[in-house]
């Protein structure tokens, strides 16, 4: 045993020999016996254990959630999921937000209405008279046969 091997262990395991590796206790406790340095490393270090030691621990729930809580608000969501959080109505407070999946549903219908406003406007195609007469043909087909029906 050198003071390298004996400080790396006291100050990973502290002074208390009951804390130190099995295998490398007996050897470590005469080497503090013969060496002025180890003593004087164990006493510095059982005065850092008796330090330690006073130390309390705050409840561990309310450590966890206040952790998580401050994680979760540095978490900055993404433009999807701010757009879903709006589209989806809250459960909460539904009366106020049902409108928003409405109106997302409906934005394709608009949409829709909008463009069919615009191409109207440039359509001129006309029916020629062999066109209206096929088309004719068709609607009285059509309608004898539901009269049969």
């Not at 003071?3 to 406790?29: C, H, K, M, N």
């Not at 459960?91 to 549903?105: G, I």
Request: hydrophobic residues 40%; contains cysteine.
């Amino acid at each position: 045993m050198n003071l390298e091997r004996f400080t790396l262990i006291v100050e990973s395991y502290g002074a208390d020999p009951q804390q130190w590796p099995g295998d490398e206790r007996a050897e470590a406790l005469e080497f503090s016996r013969s060496s002025t340095d180890a003593l004087s490393l164990l006493d510095k270090e059982a005065a850092l254990d008796e330090h330690l030691a006073l130390f309390e621990l705050p409840d561990h729930k309310r450590s966890v959630q206040r952790i998580e809580k401050g994680i979760l608000s540095a978490l900055k969501p993404g433009l999807l999921e701010q757009l879903l959080n709006w589209i989806l109505p809250d459960v909460d407070d539904l009366a106020h937000t049902l409108w928003r999946p409405t109106l997302a549903a409906c934005m394709p219908l608009l949409l829709g209405v909008a463009i069919g406003l615009t191409l109207t406007d440039n359509n001129t195609y006309e029916l020629s008279s062999d066109e209206e007469l096929s088309l004719l043909a068709f609607t009285a087909a059509a309608s004898e046969e539901r009269s049969y029906d």
